[in-house]
């Protein structure tokens, strides 16, 4: 299914089917297999959107703990470290993600993010290219790698700081 979804992204030019294959793409990614699972996800989105962050932290990591392979696990919790501040944890949830799911225009985005947030302009332009590499439609991502670019700096062996390369898929 999310083969297809991103395969469909990729060509689509109409903003109402762009949103809408976002939105099922997010919707994959949300999907996990077993009620306690299914419980714990919604649990700490809900707790996301209230701000306790704290406890989201704690759900998601349940929720890795019950189910690792869950990508959308380690990038919420990802995005809750972010919003506490904690990038060393943010970055290493985002790795985790993206092992997982090479796709995830999200994740490379929020590591963009953060990247730009440590003064690392080459690593974020990096990880901002992936985003637009799987989502092309991401708004005003050109302008921001192009900012970024201009920066300066050398693209490091490692772009993403995750341990590889490139994400493939």
Not at 51 to 65: G, N, P
Not at 113 to 128: D, L, Y
Request: charged share 25%.
């Amino acid at each position: 299914m999310l083969d297809t979804l991103f395969e469909k992204l990729q060509t689509a030019t109409d903003p109402f089917a762009i949103q809408s294959l976002e939105a099922a793409i997010w919707e994959q990614w949300t999907m996990v297999p077993g009620d306690a699972e299914r419980q714990l996800m919604m649990r700490g989105i809900a707790e996301m959107e209230q701000q306790e962050l704290e406890s989201a932290v704690t759900t998601f990591t349940r929720l890795i703990d019950m189910s690792p392979e869950l990508s959308e696990a380690w990038n919420k919790r990802a995005t809750v470290r972010w919003l506490m501040g904690n990038f060393p944890g943010s970055l290493a949830d985002i790795c985790e993600t993206i092992k997982r799911e090479p796709r995830h225009f999200g994740a490379y985005s929020g590591l963009g993010m953060i990247r730009a947030q440590m003064n690392e302009p080459a690593r974020a332009a990096a990880a901002f290219q992936l985003a637009k590499k799987y989502n092309p439609h991401i708004i005003g991502l050109d302008a921001e790698i192009a900012r970024l670019k201009a920066l300066g700096g050398d693209a490091p062996d490692d772009p993403l700081g995750c341990g590889q390369h490139t994400a493939s898929r």
